[in-house]
């Protein structure tokens, strides 16, 4: 991560406090800017308060006072991101976020205008999240090797976690490993066409189209599109053998990838959750489950900051518990 495409689109005011305290860019998952409130950050797992002097956690603070967002530090930063041309960001600003160059999206919220019960744009915008992307390489090496099928394909995989657990993140680790081809001691696979629907622009982090995370050597992109429709576009003209998804949910979903798995592509997706009986709760997933279309189940559970896996097969009986 590049210390430069975060500072840059900071608050002029700001910019030098968090230059000077901020001992590891690396570390930062998070900036809340909210006007009128204090500024937050997400560091190391910990939230910290910016103040004149320090960064500080809240018991931490004594006397120092936190640095608080004003109307024009919101304004600027907009801005900044959109290089002075809001409106050729639009289409972005409606579904909520814009994501800037090396991957890192910034979270919206304002006045929302609806048309037709649609979104039509976004005013008064006055929260601003500005989430840092971290790409951790080679977290899926451990669980790979359970979710090919033979030599040359995989098994319909889904991914469940509650939020913040990294399945994006472990989900984009499965993709380049897939799209590269992955090797170890006992096989050998080789590369993948791999489609990914990228709905909001989280797995490839695409700005203006050039994903800015490394998603493999055989991967398509199609970026700020629902997934049914994203699924429809790539089997008609990409020819994907895998198609990757994140946060699948609906009906529509659950459907549209029946139908992509009856075209002969295989499926990994990520899905909210925290167990196996969260996830037969689902009703979505119910008939996909009972017959046996999804063939692994991959668990993120953590403890601190480290991160298992557990997997399980299409009877959702345990095969194995990996680090991650």
Same mark, same amino acid.
């Given at each position: 991560?590049? !210390?430069?495409?975060?500072?840059?689109?900071?608050? &002029?005011?700001?910019?030098?406090?968090?230059?000077? /305290?901020?001992?590891?860019?690396?570390? &930062?998952?998070?900036?809340?800017?909210?006007? +009128?409130?204090?500024?937050?950050?997400?560091?190391?797992?910990?939230? /910290? /308060?910016?103040?004149?002097?320090?960064?500080?956690?809240?018991?931490?603070?004594?006397?120092?006072?936190?640095?608080?967002?004003?109307?024009?530090? =919101?304004?600027?930063?907009?801005?900044?991101?959109?290089?002075?041309?809001?409106?050729?960001?639009?289409?972005?600003? !409606?579904?909520?976020?814009?994501?800037?160059?090396?991957?890192?999206?910034?979270?919206?919220? $304002?006045?929302?205008?609806?048309? +037709?019960?649609?979104?039509?744009?976004?005013?008064? %915008?006055?929260?601003?999240? =500005?989430?840092?992307?971290?790409?951790?390489?080679?977290?899926?090496?451990?669980?790979?090797?359970? &979710?090919?099928?033979?030599?040359?394909?995989?098994?319909?995989?889904?991914?469940?976690?509650?939020?913040?657990?990294?399945?994006?993140?472990?989900?984009?680790?499965?993709?380049?490993?897939?799209?590269? $081809?992955?090797?170890?001691?006992?096989?050998?696979?080789?590369?993948?066409?791999?489609?990914?629907?990228?709905?909001?622009?989280?797995?490839?982090?695409?700005?203006?189209?050039?994903?800015?995370?490394? =998603?493999? %050597?055989?991967?398509?992109?199609?970026?700020?599109?629902?997934?049914?429709? $994203?699924?429809?576009?790539?089997?008609?003209?990409?020819?994907?053998?895998?198609?990757?998804?994140?946060?699948?949910?609906?009906?529509?979903?659950?459907?549209?990838?029946?139908?992509?798995?009856?075209?002969?592509?295989?499926?990994?997706?990520?899905?909210? $959750?925290?167990?196996?009986?969260?996830?037969?709760? !689902?009703?979505?997933?119910? +008939?996909?489950?009972?017959?046996? &279309?999804?063939?692994?189940?991959?668990?993120?559970?953590?403890?601190?900051?480290?991160?298992?896996?557990? %997997? /399980?097969?299409?009877?959702?009986?345990?095969?194995?518990?990996?680090?991650?």
């Amino acid at each position: 991560m590049k !210390k430069e495409e975060i500072i840059r689109i900071l608050p &002029l005011r700001i910019r030098q406090m968090v230059d000077t /305290y901020m001992e590891d860019f690396e570390k &930062l998952q998070e900036i809340r800017l909210r006007c +009128n409130q204090p500024i937050f950050f997400q560091y190391d797992n910990q939230e /910290y /308060y910016i103040t004149e002097q320090s960064m500080a956690e809240e018991r931490e603070l004594g006397n120092q006072i936190p640095v608080f967002c004003r109307e024009e530090d =919101i304004r600027q930063t907009v801005d900044f991101i959109s290089k002075y041309s809001v409106y050729a960001f639009q289409e972005q600003i !409606k579904q909520g976020f814009l994501t800037i160059q090396g991957g890192h999206r910034v979270g919206l919220c $304002g006045d929302v205008v609806m048309e +037709n019960g649609q979104v039509s744009t976004m005013r008064n %915008i006055s929260f601003l999240n =500005i989430r840092i992307a971290h790409e951790r390489k080679h977290c899926s090496d451990a669980l790979t090797k359970y &979710l090919y099928c033979g030599e040359n394909s995989i098994y319909n995989t889904l991914l469940i976690s509650p939020p913040m657990y990294g399945k994006t993140t472990l989900l984009r680790d499965l993709i380049r490993n897939f799209s590269n $081809g992955y090797s170890d001691e006992h096989s050998s696979h080789r590369g993948l066409k791999v489609g990914v629907v990228d709905e909001r622009s989280e797995i490839a982090a695409s700005y203006f189209g050039i994903p800015q995370n490394e =998603i493999g %050597i055989r991967t398509d992109v199609i970026d700020h599109i629902t997934k049914g429709c $994203g699924i429809m576009m790539l089997i008609r003209t990409m020819s994907p053998q895998i198609i990757a998804l994140d946060e699948i949910g609906g009906e529509q979903d659950i459907n549209s990838i029946e139908y992509g798995m009856n075209c002969g592509c295989k499926f990994i997706a990520t899905i909210h $959750g925290d167990s196996i009986p969260d996830l037969l709760h !689902k009703k979505s997933l119910k +008939n996909m489950i009972s017959e046996h &279309l999804f063939q692994r189940f991959l668990i993120i559970k953590k403890e601190g900051s480290d991160r298992k896996v557990q %997997i /399980y097969d299409e009877s959702l009986h345990e095969l194995g518990l990996t680090s991650c």
